[in-house]
């Protein structure tokens, strides 16, 4: 059995049998997500697991996240957990690159950046001031030196430590009551 669907094959199937799980930030879902696609933060996939086990047994469940990565790691986690479940190959990137419609969540604050790009944010900014306390203080490089250690690393074991930070501040997280959407959706 295949571990990723094309956007063409999801688009394809009956919506009654297929269950669309967003593993993104809340923020990320909010600007732009498959239509009838749940949000459940990959953080989050352990305190709804009984719930996705359930959704499993009755529908195909197809894991969605911005590129892919994600999405494979959320697969992965259900796997070991029993669930069976395939990714989207290329996310919402992929989604949208084919044409295909997105439904936005409506949100009165401003838009959030997508993960991807709030790492690249703050690891650039981190390392330019790294650079700048360097020229007063030499050892203020070694701020630049970490977070460009970090970058290999997160390339090298398809990890990013500062995603999981970025998540935890308050945009990134699902609003209070988003959980028990989601479990609601789910056994829906």
């Not at 295949?2 to 919506?15: F, H, Q």
């Not at 997508?114 to 007063?136: C, E, I, K, P």
């Not at 430590?161 to 501040?169: D, H, Q």
Request: glycine residues 12%.
């Amino acid at each position: 059995m295949s571990t990723t669907l094309v956007p063409a094959e999801l688009r394809a199937r009956p919506a009654d049998g297929t269950l669309v799980v967003d593993v993104r930030a809340p923020g990320e879902y909010a600007s732009g997500h498959v239509p009838g696609a749940v949000n459940v933060p990959a953080e989050h996939l352990d305190a709804l697991l009984p719930d996705l086990r359930a959704a499993a047994e009755a529908r195909r469940i197809v894991v969605v996240c911005a590129a892919g990565q994600r999405s494979a790691a959320a697969c992965a986690k259900l796997a070991d957990a029993g669930v069976e479940a395939v990714g989207l190959a290329g996310g919402t990137q992929a989604w949208t690159a084919d044409g295909l419609p997105v439904d936005t969540a409506a949100r009165p604050q401003r838009a959030v950046w997508a993960m991807d790009r709030q790492v690249r944010f703050t690891a650039g900014s981190l390392v330019l001031l790294g650079l700048a306390l360097g020229r007063r203080a030499p050892k203020g490089r070694l701020l630049a030196a970490g977070i460009a250690s970090g970058l290999v690393y997160s390339g090298l074991s398809n990890t990013c430590g500062m995603a999981a930070m970025l998540g935890k501040l308050p945009f990134n997280r699902p609003e209070p009551g988003a959980l028990d959407a989601a479990r609601a959706a789910l056994r829906g």
